[in-house]
């Protein structure tokens, strides 16, 4: 186990904030929560002012310190805010905790796929039966209290995420039943798109390229539209100063920014700011 203490980053708004689909609190209820990402497992609770995760120290700087971006200074973002700008700077204050991982692109590819016109409880589930009937069953290390109330590992089975092989072997057929309607023939192109040497040449160069670049590069490929792209490229290529615009931020813009996001005062970090007001916006009323 490591503990290591981290500013800015809270689990739970992360997983309330749509921008992941495999992090969920333990049905224990004891804190815990369980992270599936890039083939990799890891739990992690918050204790006192550190948070405890169930891997050793090298396993923490080598997978999981990149994956939720600790090398990045987030405090110094929430500091650029414009003071004027109340709605933004309530924004930060609620969302304070939220930080834009770095995740496997081709799942991203897919889970913002699924995200069209769909809710985050929606998108979930269905993320978890696809990684069940296409995945790879593996074992991880969990956390669990012992009968002295201190931490102790446990083993844990979970799925990776599917590789695109394995989608495009099933066909549309194999899709049905996991709640993916019309997006499954979406699913389904784009695991043919990125299967093989071929595939994995094209996700390489996706990965090289500029936010201009990449945004093209998706948005020529079947089911991805300018938000879809966007939401892949904040999410699966990092590039931060991406904005998507969903219909939450539509609502947004059009309520507390008639005359447009200031997106060159915050030139090439916007992304992070929708997040937070993305997040505000979804759930203010749930936690006040």
């Excluded at 609190?25 to 992270?35: D, L, Q, Y």
């Excluded at 299967?195 to 500029?210: A, F, H, M, T």
């Excluded at 539509?250 to 309520?255: G, P, V």
Aim: proline share 3%; net charge negative.
């Amino acid at each position: 186990m490591y503990r290591i203490s981290i500013e800015d980053m809270d689990l739970e708004q992360i997983a309330r904030s749509g921008q992941c689909f495999r992090i969920r609190k333990r049905e224990e209820n004891n804190g815990v929560w369980s992270i599936a990402a890039a083939g990799n497992y890891v739990e992690a609770v918050m204790e006192e002012d550190c948070f405890l995760f169930s891997c050793g120290e090298e396993e923490f700087l080598e997978i999981w310190s990149g994956y939720f971006d600790l090398q990045t200074d987030y405090s110094g973002y929430k500091k650029n805010v414009e003071p004027e700008d109340a709605y933004l700077r309530e924004a930060v204050k609620l969302g304070w905790g939220v930080r834009i991982l770095n995740q496997d692109l081709w799942e991203m590819i897919v889970t913002f796929l699924i995200s069209q016109n769909n809710n985050i409880t929606r998108i979930t589930g269905s993320v978890e039966a696809l990684c069940s009937r296409f995945g790879v069953k593996k074992t991880g290390t969990g956390l669990t209290v012992s009968g002295d109330g201190t931490w102790k590992e446990e083993e844990r089975s979970y799925y990776t995420f599917p590789e695109p092989e394995a989608i495009k072997e099933a066909g549309p057929l194999g899709l049905s039943g996991l709640g993916l309607g019309y997006r499954d023939k979406y699913i389904w192109s784009m695991a043919e798109k990125c299967s093989g040497e071929p595939g994995n040449v094209w996700l390489c160069d996706l990965k090289r390229q500029g936010y201009e670049k990449a945004h093209s590069m998706l948005t020529e490929q079947y089911g991805i539209g300018k938000k879809v792209a966007d939401c892949i490229c904040l999410f699966g290529l990092h590039h931060i100063g991406a904005f998507p615009v969903d219909t939450h931020v539509k609502q947004i813009l059009e309520q507390h920014y008639p005359q447009g996001f200031p997106l060159k005062k915050y030139q090439g970090y916007a992304g992070i700011l929708q997040q937070y007001m993305f997040y505000y916006k979804v759930n203010k009323l749930a936690l006040k």
